[in-house]
């Protein structure tokens, strides 16, 4: 099925846990990128990636890590857990070079706890 | 600091009226575009306009860019209860060696049956 498979679609971590967020494509996007959405604030770019092994951070950065060894996957590690990572995360790829996000993940609901 | 900003925050119409809402950004832009997000869902690209375009249509959608001002407007028109979502205006920039997509806050826009 094509499309951005973002899993897992609810996480609970602890303070100081560390998970990582999966991101996956079949459509051999070149560009992806990783999103936090919180209310009031819109959507904030994290990381992104515009080709394997390339990555540059967005307006976030801090807290998250970002690899990019294969076109098709994009995980996003949060290295230590804090509340203030409490958020939506998305994650989007692009077939364009004109960035169009035309492929959203469904979502990830976070609580750090 | 994000690029681009939405106006007005919230907007609330009768069905059959017109919509528009208005993005301003603050730095040399590839492209435009706006998405739309209905509620705990991911985002649907709408429409993109180049930095060479002024005015591009799409069904009920007219958007205008005006890069002298720095600003666009997205124009629903004869709206619809089902156009009832957030709206997001997303700029493509470059910033070093890659462009990168940069969301607004968004518009809640409620259109009223």
């Known amino acids: 099925n094509a499309g951005v498979t973002q899993t897992p679609k609810f996480q609970v971590l602890k303070t100081g846990q560390s998970m990582t967020l999966q991101c996956a494509q079949d459509m051999n996007h070149e560009y992806m990128s990783w999103y936090r959405q919180d209310p009031g604030m819109g959507l904030r770019l994290i990381h992104y990636?515009?080709?394997?092994?390339?990555?540059d951070q967005g307006e976030v950065p801090n807290g998250y890590n970002v690899s990019r060894s294969t076109t098709e996957d994009f995980p996003l590690r949060l290295l230590s857990a804090a509340p203030s990572q409490t958020s939506v995360y998305f994650c989007a790829s692009s077939y364009s070079l004109d960035r169009v996000l035309a492929f959203f993940g469904q979502g990830t609901r976070l609580t750090v706890v | 600091s994000q690029q681009g900003e939405e106006d007005p925050q919230a907007l609330s119409i009768q069905e059959g009226e017109n919509a528009t809402m208005n993005c301003s950004y603050k730095?040399?832009?590839?492209?435009l575009q706006w998405y739309r997000q209905n509620s705990g869902r991911g985002l649907v690209h709408l429409i993109l306009i180049r930095s060479n375009e002024r005015e591009k249509h799409s069904g009920r959608l007219r958007v205008t860019l005006d890069t002298s001002k720095k600003s666009s407007s997205l124009l629903i028109t004869a709206s619809r209860a089902a156009d009832t979502a957030s709206y997001f205006c997303a700029t493509d920039a470059y910033t070093g060696a890659n462009s990168k997509l940069t969301f607004g806050k968004g518009i809640t826009l409620s259109v009223r049956p």
């Open positions: 990636s515009v080709g394997a092994g390339i990555t």
């Open positions: 730095t040399s832009i590839n492209n």
